[in-house]
């Protein structure tokens, strides 16, 4: 756990920096071509940065140990981050159809065009390889500030390909007026991308329950390793950054000693404990006579 944290940390640190480099070299390719297109990829890395600053933070933060004012921990922390990187996503795209609103007046080609593409192609390919380094290791370790960061860096991959693209077209054209569209379309394309974020971290916020899949396992388990007692009901679960949340009412008969219902639960920690990682599991022990008849029947 602690080399994973220490592991998750360096991504997190290593984040901020790639985003400084790239957003040095897209705006450098803005500078050599004047192309408000391309003004508008380099503004969206000003978020990136922002966003790998945030996500470093909480990422930080998470890893705390739960204490008496937090006493489930500060997992948490991830998901404001989250919600935080979507916002930036969101004034970042405002940002750029103010630019190209302003540039449809008065619309101009860009100039040098080799040069431009081939530094922002560089920032891209850079982009997209750590991208995927980040979805990958913030799936591995269910870390909701790098998953927003990866996705983000994402759709700022594939807008950048989009405005090369085009940015292309307009070179072989000569049609100015294509400069500022691209630079509306990838706005367009950054807010469908922060409004993604916000859902997704508002749903972590509200204690959404886990997958309909992982729910299944969940109850199975309970279901075959609770031998003994007589049904289980209310199982409830709830996601809070990496950390798994269980709490269900264990039905046992009334004349059962304390130690042997305490050996049952046990039992279904146990089991739930080598199928769900970074589990926190709560089961309250009731009498026959609180049956609802509608749980979990145990086999």
């Not at 409830?236 to 009334?254: E, M």
């Amino acid at each position: 756990m602690i080399v994973s944290n220490r592991k998750t940390l360096a991504i997190a640190a290593t984040s901020l920096l790639i985003g400084l480099i790239v957003l040095g070299l897209k705006f450098l390719a803005f500078s050599v071509t004047g192309s408000i297109a391309l003004y508008s990829d380099a503004l969206e890395s000003v978020v990136n940065v922002v966003t790998a600053l945030v996500a470093l933070g909480a990422v930080r933060l998470a890893q705390r140990p739960a204490d008496a004012a937090l006493p489930y921990g500060y997992h948490k922390a991830e998901y404001f981050s989250a919600v935080l990187v979507g916002v930036m996503i969101v004034i970042a795209a405002i940002l750029i159809l103010r630019e190209a609103a302003m540039s449809f007046m008065a619309p101009t080609l860009p100039t040098a065009p080799a040069q431009g593409l081939a530094i922002s192609l560089a920032a891209t390919a850079i982009n997209a390889v750590w991208a995927l380094v980040l979805r990958r290791h913030g799936r591995a370790v269910r870390s909701p500030a790098l998953e927003a960061d990866g996705k983000h860096l994402m759709t700022d991959v594939v807008s950048t390909i989009g405005v090369l693209a085009g940015l292309g077209l307009v070179y072989l054209t000569g049609w100015a007026i294509l400069d500022p569209i691209l630079a509306t379309l990838v706005a367009l394309n950054i807010l469908w991308s922060g409004w993604g974020v916000i859902r997704e971290s508002v749903g972590g916020l509200m204690d959404v329950a886990v997958p309909a899949e992982q729910q299944k396992t969940i109850r199975d388990i309970i279901a075959t390793s609770a031998e003994g007692a007589i049904e289980a009901h209310d199982i409830r679960t709830r996601q809070a950054g990496k950390l798994i949340f269980i709490d269900f009412h264990l039905v046992v008969a009334g004349t059962m000693s304390v130690d042997d219902a305490h050996a049952i639960c046990d039992r279904i920690e146990a089991q739930l404990r080598r199928a769900v990682d970074d589990v926190q599991i709560t089961i309250h022990v009731e009498p026959e006579n609180k049956a609802k008849h509608a749980g979990i029947v145990v086999v």
